[in-house]
């Protein structure tokens, strides 16, 4: 079979190779293969058998001629040869190799250090291009020096914040762009980093090539090479935006927005700053403007704006720019003034009111404004901010005490009165809410009848802390600290309901008086709240009279006038109250709405024994009768006044000697006793 075949072709190939063990066995397979092509008549095997033979003989006939030279003399030394040569040509072979390779592997290490130092130049030109590029294209300003400071480099970001191109700035020193703003000593902190060639950083206020300023933030550092020192490299970012939003950011913390001064926190840290270094003397001079909340809340916020800036700029205007002022909040001001004398002060503060004598014009408006204001001085009224500001504040009360428009300065005095305020103020808060507040009530009679005609309501605070506390001393506080509309209209509601019920003892009673508070009478809905309030106590608008002062009508003519006709349309009937004492003009009188005028207590008690206030009380009788006005006369003490003042002509009074204010339980019986006598005065009691 095949494998009987390969076996044996197997066999005979290794018997070539010198390994004649097999022939044994090759002959053995011929006698096989010869049986088996003698069975299968196969010529193919018959053929191969054949030549085997032939194969086999030959190496039978080989080894024979290699048995006779094996025993020639010569045989060993040939083979000793063969073995030698063999030997030193595989050493040979083998030195070639590793030589070969040793030259090969030099060559492929050199390639590779080729390869390397080609790929390595390559990418170090990438990253020059990719810093040139960088540097070119940055937008912050890059300048490189040599040793000397000359310019040897500017990229095109330097070229757009200066102004200078590069071929005018080559050789040049950076100073160019030196704007002579920094302090001395912060360029010489510069030339010393640089000198000994150590990093500096820090801002620089620059000037460009047309003049103008810019703001860098520059980091300038030594150039180093080998150790030697070959120049400097400046990295700067322009800050000019940043540093205008921070500046303006500042502005807006300590400025007033309004009116551009200085404000509160600006002011305290000025003085903060002030005091310290300087062992000199200051003025602080604290500045309200008078009724500015009734103008704002009245005319409304926009020409409150208005007048405020106005007010604001005449300030500067009367100033010296040495002068700090500032506007801490509202209407109040205030300013230092380098000045040691009080009497100095004043002088200023003189110039100051005469300054807003002149009216402020504001659209349609023409608004006559005072102020008032309150002088402290540094060291004599004390030492720190808030003792200056509470002492120059006690001043400022002071002078709206005296009637507003003047200047006051601190004294120890003030202190106790500014103390007081303070606890009527704290009082006054709760008063309402503990029923402290009453009314008292004045009968107001007709002169020649002596007949009660109505009462004039008069309003009472008794405080458990303060004990009896006169209107005159707490109204004013009310007005201040915003709480007269709800004593106001507390007073106006309390009134009309006891009115309601006095007349249901003495129909005959014609109206009850109610003082009206200036700010409260230019609220806006106040005829709208009145007219409900008067409603609720069912009494109508005719049957009540509504007082107001003289200064007020006379604050803004025009408009009041139209108030006061509002008023008069409703039904209520309009008293100047304390005629006389103000700055009425006779023009406007005659235009005015009114129906009664009121003479001033003042004029009362001397007018028997004084011409004076005799003829001033006889002038307003008779101005009042020609212009169709009722007269009341306050303050009758006496029936020699009340016999004088009938026989002017006036029509109605009150006072002492009539009745004292009673309240609502003895008015009642008062009307009840009826006690006013029926009967004229009597012509022996006059003057």
Same mark, same amino acid.
């Given at each position: 079979?095949?494998?009987?075949?390969?076996?044996?072709?197997?066999?005979?190939?290794?018997?070539?190779?010198?390994?004649?063990?097999?022939?044994?066995?090759?002959?053995?397979?011929?006698?096989?293969?010869?049986?088996?092509?003698?069975?299968?008549?196969?010529?193919?095997?018959?053929?191969?058998?054949?030549?085997?033979?032939?194969?086999?003989?030959?190496?039978?006939?080989?080894?024979?001629?290699?048995?006779?030279?094996?025993?020639?003399?010569?045989?060993?030394?040939?083979? !000793?040869?063969?073995?030698?040569?063999?030997?030193?040509?595989?050493?040979?072979?083998?030195?070639?190799?590793?030589?070969?390779?040793?030259?090969?592997?030099?060559?492929?290490?050199?390639?590779?250090?080729?390869?390397?130092?080609?790929?390595?130049?390559?990418?170090?030109?990438?990253?020059?291009?990719?810093? %040139?590029?960088?540097?070119?294209?940055?937008?912050?300003?890059?300048?490189?020096?040599?040793?000397?400071?000359?310019?040897?480099?500017?990229?095109?970001?330097?070229? %757009?914040?200066?102004?200078?191109?590069?071929?005018?700035?080559?050789?040049?020193?950076?100073?160019?762009?030196?704007?002579?703003?920094?302090?001395?000593?912060?360029?010489?902190?510069?030339?010393?980093?640089?000198?000994? %060639?150590?990093?500096?950083?820090?801002?620089?206020?620059?000037?460009?090539?047309?003049?103008?300023?810019?703001?860098?933030?520059?980091?300038?550092?030594?150039?180093?090479?080998?150790?030697?020192?070959?120049?400097?490299? !400046?990295?700067?970012?322009?800050?000019?935006?940043?540093?205008?939003?921070?500046?303006?950011?500042?502005?807006?913390?300590?400025?007033?927005?309004?009116?551009?001064?200085?404000?509160?926190?600006?002011?305290?840290?000025?003085?903060?700053?002030?005091?310290?270094?300087?062992?000199?003397?200051?003025?602080?001079?604290?500045?309200?403007?008078?009724?500015?909340?009734?103008?704002?809340?009245?005319?409304?916020?926009?020409?409150?704006?208005?007048?405020?800036?106005?007010?604001?700029?005449?300030?500067?205007?009367?100033?010296?720019?040495?002068?700090?002022?500032?506007?801490?909040?509202?209407?109040?001001?205030?300013?230092?003034?380098?000045?040691?004398?009080? !009497?100095?002060?004043?002088?200023?503060?003189?110039?100051?009111?005469?300054?807003?004598?002149?009216?402020?014009?504001?659209?349609?408006?023409?608004?006559?404004?005072?102020?008032?204001?309150?002088?402290?001085?540094?060291?004599?009224?004390?030492?720190?901010?808030?003792?200056?500001?509470?002492?120059?504040?006690?001043?400022?009360?002071?002078?709206?005490?005296?009637?507003?428009?003047?200047?006051?300065?601190?004294?120890?005095?003030?202190?106790?009165?500014?103390?007081?305020?303070?606890?009527?103020?704290?009082?006054? %808060?709760?008063?309402?809410?503990?029923?402290?507040?009453?009314?008292?009530?004045?009968?107001?009679?007709?002169?020649?009848?002596?007949?009660?005609?109505?009462?004039? !309501?008069?309003?009472?605070?008794?405080?458990?802390?303060?004990?009896?506390?006169?209107?005159?001393?707490?109204?004013?506080?009310?007005?201040?600290?915003?709480?007269?509309?709800?004593?106001?209209?507390?007073?106006?509601?309390?009134?009309?309901?006891?009115?309601?019920?006095?007349?249901?003892?003495?129909?005959?009673?014609?109206?009850?008086?109610?003082?009206?508070?200036?700010?409260?009478?230019?609220?806006?809905?106040?005829?709208?709240?009145?007219?409900?309030?008067?409603?609720?106590?069912?009494?109508?608008?005719?049957?009540?009279?509504?007082?107001?002062?003289?200064?007020?009508?006379?604050?803004?003519?025009?408009?009041?006038?139209?108030?006061?006709?509002?008023?008069?349309?409703?039904?209520?009937?309009?008293?100047?109250?304390?005629?006389?004492?103000?700055?009425?003009?006779?023009?406007?009188?005659?235009?005015?709405?009114?129906?009664?005028?009121?003479?001033?207590?003042?004029?009362?008690?001397?007018?028997?024994?004084?011409?004076?206030?005799?003829?001033?009380?006889?002038?307003?009788?008779?101005?009042?009768?020609?212009?169709?006005?009722?007269?009341?006369?306050?303050?009758?003490?006496?029936?020699?006044?009340?016999?004088?003042?009938?026989?002017?002509?006036?029509?109605?009074?009150?006072?002492?000697?009539?009745?004292?204010?009673?309240?609502?339980?003895?008015?009642?019986?008062?009307?009840?006793?009826?006690?006013?006598?029926?009967?004229?005065?009597?012509?022996?009691?006059?003057?």
């Amino acid at each position: 079979d095949y494998r009987l075949l390969d076996d044996t072709i197997f066999l005979t190939l290794q018997t070539y190779t010198r390994t004649r063990d097999a022939l044994p066995d090759i002959k053995k397979n011929l006698q096989k293969i010869e049986r088996l092509s003698g069975e299968t008549d196969d010529n193919m095997l018959r053929y191969f058998v054949t030549h085997m033979h032939v194969i086999v003989n030959q190496i039978e006939t080989i080894d024979k001629e290699h048995s006779q030279i094996a025993q020639l003399a010569l045989y060993p030394r040939l083979t !000793a040869l063969h073995q030698k040569l063999n030997t030193e040509y595989a050493d040979y072979l083998t030195f070639g190799k590793m030589a070969v390779l040793l030259i090969l592997a030099s060559l492929a290490a050199l390639l590779f250090l080729v390869l390397y130092l080609h790929k390595r130049s390559l990418a170090d030109k990438k990253v020059l291009d990719a810093y %040139r590029y960088a540097i070119e294209n940055s937008d912050n300003s890059i300048v490189i020096t040599n040793a000397d400071q000359e310019i040897t480099y500017v990229n095109d970001a330097f070229e %757009r914040e200066t102004g200078y191109s590069k071929e005018e700035v080559m050789g040049e020193n950076p100073k160019i762009l030196k704007s002579n703003l920094m302090d001395r000593s912060f360029y010489e902190a510069l030339k010393t980093a640089l000198r000994e %060639r150590r990093r500096w950083d820090g801002e620089f206020v620059n000037k460009r090539k047309d003049g103008s300023l810019f703001y860098e933030k520059a980091s300038i550092s030594p150039l180093i090479v080998d150790d030697m020192h070959q120049g400097y490299i !400046a990295i700067k970012l322009n800050i000019t935006k940043y540093v205008e939003q921070e500046k303006h950011v500042k502005h807006l913390a300590y400025h007033d927005q309004l009116t551009g001064l200085p404000n509160r926190l600006h002011f305290q840290e000025h003085f903060q700053q002030l005091i310290p270094n300087t062992d000199g003397a200051y003025a602080l001079l604290y500045i309200d403007m008078d009724y500015f909340k009734t103008i704002n809340d009245t005319l409304g916020h926009h020409t409150g704006d208005i007048l405020l800036q106005l007010f604001a700029q005449r300030l500067q205007h009367e100033l010296s720019r040495e002068d700090f002022i500032a506007r801490i909040g509202g209407d109040e001001f205030v300013a230092v003034l380098k000045i040691a004398r009080e !009497a100095d002060a004043l002088k200023v503060a003189e110039r100051i009111l005469h300054a807003m004598h002149a009216p402020f014009e504001i659209e349609q408006h023409k608004l006559n404004i005072t102020t008032s204001i309150g002088i402290s001085l540094y060291p004599r009224d004390g030492t720190t901010l808030e003792e200056l500001m509470k002492h120059a504040d006690t001043a400022m009360y002071k002078a709206k005490k005296n009637g507003r428009n003047n200047a006051h300065t601190f004294t120890q005095q003030l202190s106790d009165v500014i103390h007081q305020r303070l606890e009527i103020e704290q009082e006054l %808060r709760k008063a309402l809410d503990n029923n402290e507040l009453y009314l008292v009530y004045q009968p107001k009679y007709d002169l020649h009848t002596r007949k009660t005609l109505g009462f004039e !309501a008069l309003i009472r605070w008794e405080n458990e802390k303060l004990g009896f506390v006169p209107p005159d001393k707490f109204i004013p506080v009310a007005e201040e600290i915003g709480l007269i509309d709800e004593i106001g209209f507390f007073v106006f509601e309390e009134a009309c309901s006891a009115f309601h019920r006095f007349k249901e003892i003495d129909p005959d009673l014609k109206q009850i008086a109610i003082n009206v508070s200036t700010i409260q009478f230019r609220q806006k809905d106040f005829i709208r709240n009145l007219n409900a309030l008067s409603f609720k106590t069912g009494l109508h608008p005719t049957q009540i009279e509504l007082e107001v002062t003289e200064s007020y009508v006379m604050e803004d003519i025009g408009r009041n006038i139209d108030n006061l006709q509002s008023l008069r349309n409703n039904g209520y009937k309009i008293a100047i109250d304390d005629f006389g004492t103000g700055y009425s003009s006779f023009s406007y009188l005659k235009k005015l709405p009114i129906t009664t005028l009121k003479i001033d207590k003042s004029f009362v008690d001397d007018i028997c024994t004084d011409p004076k206030d005799r003829n001033i009380a006889m002038t307003i009788v008779t101005l009042a009768k020609n212009l169709g006005f009722e007269t009341v006369a306050e303050g009758i003490e006496d029936q020699m006044q009340e016999t004088l003042l009938f026989e002017m002509g006036c029509s109605t009074g009150q006072g002492y000697h009539f009745s004292r204010p009673l309240k609502p339980d003895d008015v009642v019986t008062f009307l009840r006793q009826a006690r006013m006598p029926q009967k004229e005065p009597s012509e022996s009691g006059a003057c």
